[in-house]
């Protein structure tokens, strides 16, 4: 079981790497850049998690999500301009790293004693926030703020665990139940191509008034 | 007592929260997007003081802060071509949060034992940074940093909570006096449009030299 | 000794808010934005590494950097418009105040116990992380990830403080070859211009396909 969850995190981290790797390179940043920015994209949000539950990042205990981010550096480097036509596999890889990233700082969040809407911001954070740090290291606006079904995929996943666990189920049941239903929310919402509305309360350029 | 603190809290909260919904609906943000942003602009700031002074994050022990930010979220959807012509309304309310985050921040760090100039920016960071990250992710240059009297006025209301503190009143009368002074500096500030002097010290585009 | 590191520690804060000002002074921020920049370019990246070592950040226990900000600040205002005659000066006190900061942000790592990657990447974080976030708030794309050798001085300076530390080198030994190293390869590729090549991976805007 220890080993399969392993798969899934480097499948995940180097999936995540991959993604800001490219919108680097998209930017013409210089191989040093890209290789942070895979690797914020990559461990960004695990960081920003265990900095508020106040432990140590889980980066600094094993020196795989570096080792995984220059993986990813390689591939791009090699195979740059045939990584268009794998955009289905990265789609699917960076959903299976959304799916076991939430459900990791979901799990770990409860372990520490707080409670379940706590555990719920946490694993979408996990899974969710890294993203954010790419898109500004980019100078782009985020794109989960406007874009597809994400974040709220770790959140409905979150409900799901913490719904199984209310229902006394096994942990590593719950785990896969609430893994699975990030999975299956975010690849729905991308087939259906179903988005939230856009807020449309106020029209005018707020920042002109505080 | 407590519950008047608390009704300020609210009213703060809401305030900025509303600031960073209808800046990111100016951005064309979806539901989820506007709501994090809000969330993002009514707590960094107490989020990025506690995690400095390592204690837990003053959100992950009470939902209000999320409950206040989906209120604030309803009242915009809702309400959302009416704003307009309460920004008055809601300068005073954005104003109150300002002086009571800024009197929350310093005294918590005056009660863990940090000299005053720490507690001073701190106060600052409580009332001011969510609205910097607030930028940050709606990827426009940081308001506080080039108009109004916003920040200034966390800082001389800091200063003004050390003296009385220093002069033996009562901590609730410093706490007073502290908000107080943000309070009459902020609405002065706009009332009588006193800015600080941009700095013009360097004419060039200095992103040609490190 | 510590008086000539403190001397420095002085030069290196003074040369990183001198930077963050002068890019503030060119987006005509007021004069508390400069201020904030300049701050958070001299203190930033420690700051950031003292959070994640989960250790209270430096500048909360010696007001040095905020009054060296402050000496910074006056500098820029007085003498504003000489300053691009002293272009080289700043250049090599901002190189010194990177081997210092990089040698100091290991140290402080491998004395808490962790390994030498993880004290790597915390010199170079503690050299290279405040103008970062400089950048991020000027609104700028980092110039570490796209221009010069900077951060990879760092990574090579800690390289080499480690090769000494294994071959049972003095401490103070290692940090002088350290520093010393950090100090010449940025000099030798601002001379020679020697940069790290694009990465020319993916020539499509990725921010189409998450």
């Not at 999936?15 to 680097?24: D, M």
């Not at 949000?45 to 980066?59: A, E, K, Q």
């Not at 799990?107 to 740090?133: C, E």
Request: a neutral charge.
């Amino acid at each position: 079981m220890i080993s399969f969850v392993q798969i899934l995190d480097f499948i995940g981290t180097f999936a995540f790497a991959i993604s800001g790797i490219r919108l680097a390179s998209a930017k013409r940043f210089d191989w040093f850049g890209a290789y942070i920015v895979g690797l914020a994209t990559a461990i960004g949000g695990g960081t920003l998690r265990d900095v508020m539950l106040n432990v140590t990042p889980v980066w600094m205990t094993d020196p795989i999500y570096l080792i995984c981010t220059a993986f990813a550096m390689f591939f791009v480097i090699i195979f740059g301009k045939y990584l268009i036509h794998l955009n289905n596999t990265f789609f699917f890889f960076d959903s299976i790293g959304l799916a076991l990233f939430t459900v990791v700082g979901f799990g770990k969040t409860i372990a520490l004693g707080f409670p379940f809407w706590v555990a719920i911001i946490m694993g979408s954070i996990t899974g969710a926030a890294g993203g954010v740090i790419r898109d500004v290291f980019i100078n782009e606006i985020p794109l989960i703020f406007r874009k597809e079904i994400y974040a709220m995929a770790c959140v409905i996943g979150g409900l799901a665990y913490w719904g199984c666990l209310q229902l006394g189920m096994e942990d590593y049941v719950s785990q896969i139940v609430g893994g699975m239903t990030v999975l299956i929310v975010r690849i729905l919402a991308v087939k259906y191509q179903i988005t939230l509305p856009i807020l449309k309360g106020d029209p005018t350029n707020q920042q002109e008034k505080e």
